[in-house]
């Protein structure tokens, strides 16, 4: 009796050992890419300390040079929109590298009343403001600037 289930667990044994096996260019091409790997990982164990310096500071500069439009809050788009109306087209916010947070409105161009000079050399009507000055901070300033603009879009122009 103890002798079958030895064999029996011996049976199971060898099934299991041969249901876990990987061809043989599966196994070739997991070597494969560890090789690259290593390799990779040696490269950069290698390289001189100066040269990862200047690659470091290489890299600073591409991101440097992304683009300096950010998310906007939620509510900024919300307020902008609650006195605009359908006179919106998008808002976005802006962080220049000199400082400070622009916010900008853009109107759509059936309710622009800006010059077609302008038009054409912007592409829309963009009304920005610098929401970290003091009279424009936050939210209260982006509801005061969307009402400033509406009553510039309501006024007619002599």
Known sequence: MEEDKKIEEEENKIEEEENNFVSKTEFDELKNDMTKSFAQIVELIK????????QIAEDKKIDEANTNIGEINNRYDKKAREILGDRVE?????Y????GTLFTIVIKKEFSNAGQEYLERMKEDR???NIEREEYRGEDG?????K???????????
Do not use: C, D, H, S
């Not at 390289?47 to 200047?54: G, L």
């Not at 998008?90 to 802006?94: A, I, L, N, P, Q």
């Open 47 to 54: 390289q001189k300390p100066e040269e990862k310096e200047k």
């Open 90 to 94: 998008r808002t976005y916010v802006e």
């Open 96 to 99: 220049p590298k000199g400082g």
């Open 127 to 129: 009304r920005t403001i």
């Open 142 to 146: 982006v509801e005061k600037w969307a």
């Open 148 to 158: 400033l603009i509406l009553q510039n879009l309501n006024r007619v122009l002599k």
